[in-house]
């Protein structure tokens, strides 16, 4: 089965600089990656997603890149704002209906 | 509100309890899941329902029986639990294998 590998499993920032996260996949038949955010005592949410037909897909301050030949993609934050602070979920799915998640990474924006 | 609805928010439970979690969804989604979220771990896939039939059971213990009677409700019996199954239960849906998920808001299991 799919194994996704997340990295770091934390991350502290300055305010107004930027956060990246990585992803490895192991699947290469997966071609959808999104990414979640989950705040304290919240549920997950779709923050981005890419294909596998797309290489970088942007979204205001943040965005997604994926390198279908090394099998990994991640997530840019820019601009970092206090209410980024979370926990950031990459995931993958080939063409099933699971979806495999990392670990997370949990993100601390310091002002 | 996302759409997804689970129930109860959180459970407190004794390893001899017999309980059910339940979740909602009214958008029209065709697929639900049930992920369990442990601390320091990766979200972990229990089981998959499209159109009301099982589609993956991720060797998931017996003291776990899901039920799906239509598209719209999902629910997880527990019975004879473990403190290891202490937990947050999350609930998700999708609206078919090409998109992301909505998730429910989870239930803060503990087994005591």
């Known amino acids: 089965g799919e194994n996704v590998e997340q990295h770091p499993s934390t991350l502290s920032v300055q305010e107004g600089d930027s956060a990246v996260i990585k992803c490895t996949y192991s699947?290469?038949?997966?071609?959808?990656f999104p990414w979640y955010k989950q705040e304290l005592g919240k549920r997950p949410q779709l923050i981005i997603d890419i294909r596998s037909n797309v290489g970088e897909k942007k979204d205001q301050r943040i965005a997604v890149t994926l390198n279908k030949t090394a099998k990994h993609f991640s997530l840019h934050i820019t601009e970092t704002q206090p209410e980024d602070s979370a926990v950031y979920f990459c995931?993958?799915?080939?063409?099933?209906?699971?979806?495999?998640f990392g670990a997370g990474t949990t993100v601390t924006v310091r002002a | 509100e996302t759409g997804v609805t689970q129930t109860p928010r959180h459970l407190v439970m004794g390893m001899t309890n017999k309980k059910s979690l339940k979740c909602e969804q009214h958008?029209?989604?065709?697929?639900m899941y049930w992920y369990k979220q442990s601390a320091k771990k990766p979200l972990e896939l229990m089981f998959v329902?499209?159109?009301?039939?099982?589609?993956e059971n991720n060797s998931v213990p017996s003291r776990f029986s899901p039920e799906c009677p239509n598209s719209s409700h999902l629910f997880l019996h527990l019975h004879t639990l473990q403190p290891e199954d202490s937990a947050l239960y999350l609930c998700?849906?999708?609206?078919?294998?090409?998109?992301?998920?909505?998730f429910g808001s989870g239930t803060r299991l503990t087994v005591v």
């Open positions: 998700a849906s999708s609206r078919d294998r090409y998109n992301g998920y909505t």
């Open positions: 329902y499209s159109l009301e039939e099982r589609v």
């Open positions: 699947d290469s038949a997966s071609n959808y």
């Open positions: 995931a993958a799915r080939s063409n099933d209906y699971k979806l495999s």
């Open positions: 958008l029209g989604h065709n697929a």
